[in-house]
């Protein structure tokens, strides 16, 4: 009887364990407010299926929600006219360019940004001829909009 208290306890630990786990608990990397900069996770960088994007570009279809990865081709300078944005070019795997604009307005400033670096990122894909825009890649503070984000440099930004 005492080896199966002993089990069962076992198995009871793991299962608070794992909501732990679930729940962030053991995340020190988090203040009392969600970080809106942090190091991305120990196992390795997710992977964009940049298939999305290329259907999105080659149907001109807009407000496709897209996964992109490739390397700054360009740094523009910053948009300023209402909500800030950093913008750069990428350019991704296919040979296709396209405009990243980054509201630093709602999130931080993404520092460092230069031509020949490699980048990752989510956001909201909108068509036009040149290879198109996405934007939405940070979270929206009213929760209406999916989060996007950008991993550069070994940090996520959101």
Same mark, same amino acid.
């Given at each position: 009887?005492?080896l199966?208290k !002993?089990f #069962? !306890? &076992?198995? &009871? ?6 909501l ?11 203040? =009392?407010? %969600?970080?809106?900069?942090?190091? $991305?996770?120990?196992?390795a ?5 940049d298939?999305? &994007?290329?259907d #999105? ?6 407000? @496709?929600? @897209?996964?992109? %990865?490739?390397?700054?081709a ?6 300023? @006219?209402?909500?800030?944005h950093?913008? !750069?070019? @990428?350019?991704?795997?296919?040979? %296709? ?5 980054? +509201? !630093?307005d709602? #999130? $931080?400033?993404?520092?460092? &940004? ?11 894909y909108? *068509? +036009? ?6 934007? *939405?890649?940070?979270?929206d $503070?009213?929760?209406?909009?999916? $989060?996007? *984000?950008?991993?550069?440099? =070994?940090?996520?930004?959101?």
């Amino acid at each position: 009887m005492n080896l199966r208290k !002993f089990f #069962a !306890f &076992l198995g &009871l630990l793991g299962v608070v364990y794992l909501l732990a786990l679930q729940h962030g608990v053991f995340d020190h990397s988090a203040s =009392g407010a %969600q970080a809106a900069t942090r190091e $991305p996770p120990a196992v390795a960088a997710p992977t964009c299926d940049d298939t999305a &994007l290329t259907d #999105a570009y080659r149907d001109h279809r807009s407000r @496709v929600e @897209v996964c992109g %990865q490739g390397v700054i081709a360009k740094v523009l300078r910053d948009d300023t @006219v209402g909500s800030r944005h950093q913008r !750069f070019i @990428v350019r991704v795997a296919q040979g %296709q360019t396209v405009l990243i604009a980054y +509201n !630093f307005d709602i #999130a $931080p400033r993404i520092e460092g &940004l230069h031509s020949g670096s490699p980048i990752q990122f989510v956001g909201e894909y909108e *068509w +036009n001829g040149q290879g198109g825009v996405v934007h *939405w890649t940070h979270h929206d $503070p009213s929760g209406r909009h999916a $989060p996007g *984000w950008i991993l550069y440099g =070994g940090k996520e930004y959101r």
